[in-house]
Nanobody
């Protein structure tokens, strides 16, 4: 199983980025995928997650209305569209997969390597 996160970079306040998580070795229909982030000096936090059947999504309050998680089954890829970015969104973003739709980080057993997002003011 491999998860490959990409799409991070440097963007100005108010800008947009789309992160991608390319997944191989598991059936995304049966796995929930979550985007986490970890800012320097802070604990890792959940950002958004999507269920295997695409029926459920969840966002941390700080990104609601700005970020959208989606899945392209044909491309085996989960996206995180990030709009109206703020400096506090700066972090390393990780995608992870779980065989449940879980809000517990410990449930996510497969992890990507992280992609860094920097929002400059």
């Amino acid at each position: 199983v491999q998860l490959q996160a990409s799409g991070g970079g440097l963007v100005q306040v108010g800008g947009s980025l789309r992160l991608s998580c390319a997944v191989s070795g598991l059936n995304l229909d049966n796995y929930g995928v979550c985007w986490f982030r970890q800012a320097q000096g802070k604990e890792r936090e959940e950002v958004a997650r999507i269920s295997g059947n695409n029926r459920n999504t969840h966002y941390v309050d700080s990104v609601k209305g700005r970020f959208t998680i989606s899945k392209d089954r044909a491309k085996h890829t989960v996206y995180l569209q990030m709009n109206t970015l703020k400096p506090e969104d700066s972090a390393v973003y990780y995608c992870a997969a779980s065989n449940t739709y879980s809000d517990h980080e410990i449930s996510y057993v497969y992890w990507g390597q992280g992609t860094e997002v920097t929002v400059s003011s």
